[in-house]
Nanobody, 126 residues
């Protein structure tokens, strides 16, 4: 059993930056990969970024590559998403997620993940 809690969302102007954090508690030893998805009103939840347990492998959606950076601190059971050069189209609820299995080919798939946070709102004004 794992709980994930996001923080760091808010309102920012286009071109600005935010850093999201996700703190994990419970059976954190069961988490292999962690990642972020986002969902805007009326749209499906989409993949943003993911990272392996070691931090040696990272994955990004084309829409955020070069602007966002994912990282994790296993000692603190926390992952981060540094978001730079934000655009209005980045506006969404951002969800932290974790997976307990090692299937790298599925790391961008929503159904791969086992644990989800409640989400944090990110709003980028133009």
């Amino acid at each position: 059993q794992v709980q994930l809690v996001e923080s760091g969302g808010g309102l920012v102007q286009a071109g600005g930056s935010l850093r999201l954090s996700c703190a994990a508690s419970g059976r954190t030893f069961s988490i292999y990969a962690m990642g972020w998805f986002r969902q805007a009103p009326g749209k499906e939840r989409e993949f943003v970024a993911a990272i392996s347990w070691s931090g040696g492998s990272t994955y990004y959606a084309d829409s955020v590559k070069g602007r966002f950076t994912i990282s994790r601190d296993n000692a603190k059971n926390t992952e981060y998403l540094q978001m730079n050069s934000l655009k209005p189209e980045d506006t969404a609820v951002y969800y932290c997620t974790g997976a307990r299995t090692v299937i790298t080919a599925r790391i961008t798939s929503r159904d791969y993940y086992d644990y989800w946070g409640q989400g944090t709102q990110v709003t980028v004004s133009s």
